[in-house]
């Protein structure tokens, strides 16, 4: 089961929106609406920001959202705040193994 | 609050063996699937094994069929990875995660217990 193609890094000021792409394939996030998404800081486990393509957890803020739309989904991250610099990982349930991929991650900077 | 501490780690010589534990509290534990998911230094997580409420089905990557094996005892509330044959590239930070009740995705991670191969 290959990973999920994310862009390595992307970045915005303060304020500003910014949104990742994760692509997969038929058999992942095309096939399935249970796609999620994960924000981790160094040193720290993922933390569950999205699930379920454009749900979110309780006490995530609304300023985290995520769509799909065939093999691809995406996360926006709006307002940027110092807070969201992190790394982002993209997830997908997969029927090849019963488990599941994550993607390669995105390096979100705030500028 | 959910808490899920792992325990194990550790510096270990290529083909040998290891006993990842993680102890689970603040939930009904023996009505949730499972899981160890690993990250490799600089590298996106990788899910590795996955075990029923029950402990009667497992799941596991195919990099790591026939050498690590997942347990549970919900007498305990702990979690098992049992590693064996253990090779560099199995390098990485072992986290213990709870998936929701659809199934579908993790809601609670552990902090990671790391587990270094190398001679």
């Known amino acids: 089961q290959s990973a999920l193609t994310q862009p390595p890094s992307a970045s915005g000021s303060p304020g500003q929106s910014v949104t990742i792409s994760c692509t997969g394939t038929s058999s992942d996030v095309g096939r399935y609406n249970y796609v999620s998404w994960y924000q981790q800081h160094p040193g720290k486990a993922p933390k569950l920001i999205i699930y379920?393509?454009?749900k979110r957890p309780s006490g995530v803020p609304d300023r985290f959202s995520g769509s799909k739309s065939g093999t691809s989904a995406s996360l926006t991250v709006s307002g940027l705040q110092s807070e969201d610099e992190a790394e982002y990982y993209c997830?997908?349930?997969?029927?090849?193994?019963?488990?599941?991929?994550f993607g390669t991650g995105t390096k979100v900077t705030v500028l | 609050e959910v808490q899920l501490l792992e325990s194990g780690g550790g510096l270990v010589q290529p083909g040998e063996s290891l006993r990842l534990s993680c102890a689970a509290s603040g939930f009904t534990f023996n009505i949730y699937i499972m899981n160890w998911v690993r990250q490799a230094p600089g590298k996106g997580p990788e899910w590795v094994s996955g075990i029923s409420s029950s402990g009667g089905t497992t799941y596991s990557a195919d990099s790591v069929k026939g050498r690590l094996t997942i347990s549970r005892d919900n007498s305990k509330n702990t979690v098992y990875l049992q590693m064996n044959s253990l090779r560099a590239d199995d390098t990485a930070v072992y986290y213990c995660?709870?998936?929701?009740?659809?199934?579908?995705?993790?809601?609670?991670w552990g902090q990671g217990t790391l587990v270094t191969v190398s001679s």
């Open positions: 379920e393509v454009n």
């Open positions: 997830s997908s349930y997969a029927s090849s193994n019963n488990l599941g991929v």
């Open positions: 995660a709870k998936l929701d009740t659809s199934g579908y995705y993790f809601d609670s």
